[in-house]
Each structure stands twice: as structure tokens, then as C-alpha cells.
């Protein structure tokens, strides 16, 4: 017959990291709780100081050297009493016992390091946890960090050789000179400063292509046969004044530069155009009979792809109109001796007079303010300024506007 088996809820089970007690009679148990019972994570805290002849030994239930239990778990120990024959079920707490050697220092924790990185504590949850995958990609990373300071070191120890050879007053001052001229130096066209001929300086087919040029055979000889009658109405209705000047100023003679004149009179109404609108479509200069290849090269050269609602514009921002006026500049001196009227040029394009000359100056070119005359025809002479182009190229100084202050009566 089995035995009947009782439940007491009165024990504790213990077990000691170097093995079983001989004489655990002789042993005397202290337990210790913690004091806040209101706190969920406290109330359950206790410690368990075991003391012999020899060493004391401590158990807990919170912290680094306690069991790994389930919270959601009981635990029960049976123990059989022989003089009844009953086993007696016991409501056990488990506690790990380790020695502790009198005046040995415990080991605590290391405080987490507050000055480390997200960036930081990430990489080392990937050293110590990470996948292959990651732990190379880590690598790889660190290495690159490696090489990147090693080249700015190599950079800083070049920059300061460079600073002890030249100076430091040599090296802004070449800054400041670059710097006055980088933005436009970007939108120039070709440049061949050390030509012998004007002409050479800024070729007339990096400008416009033989191949190009005769694309505008249809366009041009319309141009070149507008009527007097039409060029005043063009002028009358707000017409390019650039082109307006150059079909009048049309030679009788010479068929070949006429029929040139015409074709980029036509090439530069197109620039100007371009610069008045924001954004160009695919039908840009359609009704002027602009050529296929004109227009790819229009849009290629001068204006900027974007993206708006999923589709894809071609916009002219306002380096690539500093872009137009310059190239446009270039080819009104091919076609006026090297010689252009900066102000028309720059009301055709839309832009500052200021904005204008800094673009001539930036080509290198001698700015020319006509005499003043006499009469009825002085006041429009004054208004109107020259660009030529004379070797050698006129090199600017860095222009710096300082307010002017107000005196105090």
C-alpha cells in the first residue's frame, strides 16, 4: 500500500557550488529580505548567509550569481519521514550558495560606460552576438576608418609643408582669387588663354559645331530674309535686341558671313529664350523650326534633369544662366569683331548689368564705356557698356563691396 503523502509549506532548498555539506547540522542560516514590499521587483529579494567553522557561504535570489529560475514556477521538495512512513511536500525557494572568503573583495558589476556611442554600443552587440555577415561587414568598416585617418593625417602633414614653403598670406590670397572666379569658371566655355589670335580664345566650334551650324541652314536664310518692316515690328513687340542688331547690321556682300550671321542670329534668339523660362519641355523652339540636334543640345548643355511628381524636368537653374550668358557673350564677339554691347545683352537675357560684367570680367575680357557725345544721342550712348576681347586676357582683382556709412549731422 502506498504511502499517504502531506503538504507543508515551511522549507527552503539549497545546494552549495562545491558539493554536499557533511555536517549540515552545524551550519547556522540567516535570511534577509528586502524592506521595500512595495515595489514589485524588490518584494521578492532575498539572501541567505549560510556560516561554518571554516566559511561563511551567501546564496540570492537577485543578481549575477542567482539561479536562472522561472518566475512563473513553484518549486517543492519531498522529504520522507521514516519514523511515520509519510512524505512530506515542502514549498522550496532555491538559492545557490557560494563561498565567501573573509577579507576577499566581491566582485561588482562594471558600470556601463555613458560615454560610449549608439554607434559603438551597436558594434559591440555585433562582436559579441552578430552573425558572420555582420562581424565582416564590421570589419571591413573599421578598416576603411583606419585608411581614412591615415589619409587625413598624410593630407594635414601635406598642407602643412605646402603652408611652410609658400605662407600663409600667399596661400589665401591664391584662395581668394580662385574663389572669385569658381563659380563662373564651371559655366565658361573653352578657353584658350595662351592663343596667339583673338579668334582662339574661345573657338567658335566649341561654341556651335560645323555640323551644327548647318543644321540652322532652314532657320537662318528665314532670318536673314526678314524685312525691314518685320525687324521693327520684332522690335516694337519686345524682340531680343542682340539678334535685332545683328540682322541689321547684316553684310550685302558676303554671302558666307551673312548666311553665318543669320544662323547664329537664330542660335542666339534660342539661348536667350532659354534663359527667360524656368523649365524647358521637349517642344522647345518647335514653332521657331528649332532642328532636332539643336534641341538636344539646348537641353543637354544648359539645363539640369529634375524630378517633380515621378517625372523628369528639365529645369534652368541659375548656374546654368550664367552658363547661357557667357556662351551667348562668346558668340556675339565672333560676330561683332570681338566686340559685344553688354547692355543689350544683359536686358535680353534678364539679368543684372552687375551680373553681366561679372561674367565678362570672369572671360577676361576689357570692359569699354563709349565717349560721352553731344546732343540728343549722348544720354543713350552713356547707358550702353562694351565688352572686347584684347591679348592679353585681363586677369580682375577680388572685387569686396563695403557699405558705405552714414554721416552723423
Known amino acids: 500500500m502506498a504511502a499517504s503523502c502531506s503538504l507543508v509549506c515551511c522549507g527552503e ?38 556560516e561554518s567553522n571554516r566559511l561563511p557561504y551567501v546564496g540570492s535570489t537577485f543578481g549575477t550569481g542567482s539561479l536562472k529560475c522561472n518566475n512563473l514556477c513553484k518549486y517543492y521538495v519531498g522529504v520522507l519521514n521514516k519514523q511515520t512512513m509519510q512524505m512530506e511536500v515542502h514549498n522550496a525557494q532555491l538559492f545557490n550558495m557560494q563561498p565567501v572568503i573573509p577579507g576577499e573583495a566581491t566582485e561588482t ?5 555613458t560615454s560610449q556611442t549608439y554607434r559603438d ?3 559591440s552587440l555585433i562582436e559579441a552576438f552578430g552573425t558572420n555577415k555582420q562581424k565582416r561587414a564590421l570589419s571591413s568598416r573599421r578598416l576603411n576608418q ?7 593625417q598624410a593630407v594635414a602633414k601635406a598642407a602643412n609643408t605646402v603652408i611652410d614653403q609658400k605662407g600663409l598670406e600667399a596661400l589665401q590670397q591664391e584662395v581668394a582669387e580662385t574663389e572669385s572666379r569658381g563659380d563662373l569658371a564651371l559655366h565658361l566655355p573653352p578657353c584658350s588663354a595662351d592663343a596667339e589670335r583673338p579668334e582662339n580664345v574661345y573657338l567658335f566650334d566649341d561654341l556651335l559645331s560645323p555640323a551644327e551650324l548647318e543644321t540652322l541652314e532652314q532657320a537662318g536664310s528665314k532670318m536673314a530674309a526678314l524685312t525691314p518692316e518685320e ?12 539678334v535685332l542688331k545683328l540682322l541689321e547690321n547684316m553684310p550685302t556682300v558676303d554671302e558666307e558671313l551673312r548666311e553665318k550671321i543669320s544662323r547664329c542670329a537664330f542660335y542666339i534668339s534660342l539661348l536667350l529664350k532659354m534663359a527667360r523660362q524656368k523649365s524647358i519641355t521637349r517642344k522647345f523652339g518647335q514653332e521657331e523650326g528649332c532642328p532636332r540636334i539643336i534641341q538636344t543640345k539646348l537641353l543637354r ?31 556675339l564677339l565672333h560676330m561683332g569683331h570681338m566686340t559685344a554691347d553688354l547692355t543689350l545683352l544683359h536686358r535680353d537675357l534678364g539679368i543684372t548689368e ?5 561674367v565678362a570680367k570672369s572671360m577676361g575680357l576689357t ?3 563709349p565717349a560721352r557725345g553731344k546732343g540728343a544721342e549722348a544720354e543713350l550712348q552713356d547707358e550702353h557698356r562694351q565688352a572686347s576681347l584684347i591679348l592679353p586676357l585681363v586677369k580682375y582683382d577680388q572685387f569686396v563691396e563695403r557699405r558705405k556709412r552714414k554721416k552723423m549731422h
Do not use: W
Not at 305 to 316: I, L, P
Not at 354 to 358: D, K, L, N, T, Y
Open 13 to 50: 532548498e539549497f545546494r552549495f557550488s562545491n558539493g554536499n555539506v557533511k555536517n549540515a547540522d552545524k551550519l547556522d542560516f540567516t535570511m534577509y529580505k528586502n524592506q521595500d514590499e512595495s515595489n514589485p521587483r524588490k518584494k521578492n529579494q532575498r539572501i541567505l548567509l549560510a
Open 109 to 113: 558589476a562594471k558600470p556601463q560606460n
Open 121 to 123: 554600443k551597436v558594434d
Open 146 to 152: 583606419v585608411g581614412s585617418d591615415t589619409l587625413h
Open 231 to 242: 525687324l521693327q515690328n520684332m522690335k516694337n513687340g519686345g524682340g531680343c535686341q542682340c
Open 301 to 331: 548643355t544648359f539645363t539640369v534633369e529634375t524630378f517633380n511628381n515621378g517625372r523628369v524636368q528639365n529645369v534652368v537653374s541659375s548656374s546654368m544662366g550664367t552658363k547661357l550668358a557667357a556662351y551667348s557673350l562668346a558668340l
Open 354 to 358: 552687375a551680373r553681366m560684367i561679372e
Open 367 to 369: 570692359l569699354i564705356r
